[in-house]
């Protein structure tokens, strides 16, 4: 499915250095599919194979753990500037009236960036002159960042040095610690498999593990960016979706209903039998959402 979704994976480069993107190519809306962290653009893939008829679907591997392109040595790779490097992606591409969808930290993503632009930013307010629509599917927000046990344990290790992280992430080889409440095991009901393969950049190349602790560092250095960018929401004029995990225990579904009350323009749609990853557990109703949305502008 992925071949054929994704005929071939291209390379932009970005302030941070090289980002390896998939796109479906054609002259439909363009969609553009953020992932989160220690993910890499897998995590669409059902959700890509969905929308491809009608749509262009792009899906970038930010570095964010489980790239396989080591950034720059100085990349920012903190929130902020992660999501400056969204806005570097619709850019370079020359990307018009996107639908800019995140899921977990990838939703964090979408949020900087709105704030970003509302601050003034000019790159991030250039950026969002190319957005359309956004949708936030079961993500950080508010006080919840990094979010619940998953998150704040993922952070905490960043505090490590680089090979010592790495060392203790070998543990995540095996399936039984990939699943536990710590890890994995509250984002996803079927998606072993994809976090499995997320691990391998990391585990085998000590430029992603350096990432990786970079990037924890900088989530860790700044808990309450998104509480700070949560004032902007008000204030963005687009058609918004927000799609929660009905009884998520990641992602509060209080937080998807605050944030769909707070978006003027926003629509809020909760899926039943899912985790946080809903573009693994319930592909279908999150790309059926999408396309509607899509369709309705």
């Not at 995140?102 to 993503?109: E, F, K, P, V």
């Not at 960042?145 to 992430?169: D, E, N, Y």
């Not at 926003?266 to 039943?272: D, E, N, T």
Request: aromatic share 4%.
């Amino acid at each position: 499915m992925t071949t054929e979704t994704f005929p071939t994976t291209r390379t932009v480069e970005l302030s941070a250095g090289p980002v390896d993107y998939r796109d479906t190519g054609g002259t439909g809306p363009a969609v553009v599919l953020l992932h989160g962290l220690l993910m890499d653009g897998t995590l669409w893939d059902e959700v890509a194979a969905r929308l491809r008829d009608g749509h262009r679907v792009l899906v970038p591997t930010l570095p964010m753990g489980a790239h396989t392109r080591p950034a720059r040595d100085g990349a920012d790779l903190s929130p902020a500037g992660l999501a400056r490097l969204v806005g570097e992606f619709l850019e370079r591409l020359d990307l018009r009236d996107v639908t800019l969808v995140g899921n977990d930290t990838g939703g964090a993503l979408v949020q900087l960036l709105v704030a970003q632009a509302a601050e003034q930013d000019a790159g991030a307010a250039a950026a969002m002159e190319r957005v359309g629509a956004v949708v936030l599917a079961s993500c950080d927000a508010y006080d919840n960042f990094p979010p619940g046990l998953t998150g704040r344990t993922v952070v905490l290790t960043g505090k490590l040095p680089p090979a010592l992280f790495g060392l203790f992430m070998q543990q995540m080889r095996l399936r039984p610690m990939r699943r536990l409440p710590v890890a994995f095991g509250q984002l996803t009901k079927r998606g072993d498999a994809a976090t499995a393969r997320w691990m391998r950049a990391l585990l085998a190349d000590a430029g992603v593990r350096r990432d990786a602790v970079r990037v924890l560092r900088g989530i860790a250095a700044d808990r309450h960016a998104l509480e700070r960018a949560a004032a902007a929401l008000p204030g963005l004029d687009r058609p918004a979706l927000v799609v929660w995990a009905e009884g998520d225990r990641v992602m509060p579904p209080e937080h998807g209903r605050r944030l769909a009350a707070q978006i003027p323009r926003a629509r809020l749609v909760v899926v039943p039998d899912s985790c946080t990853l809903l573009p693994l557990d319930q592909p279908g109703p999150l790309a059926d959402a999408v396309r509607e949305l899509v369709r309705s502008r």
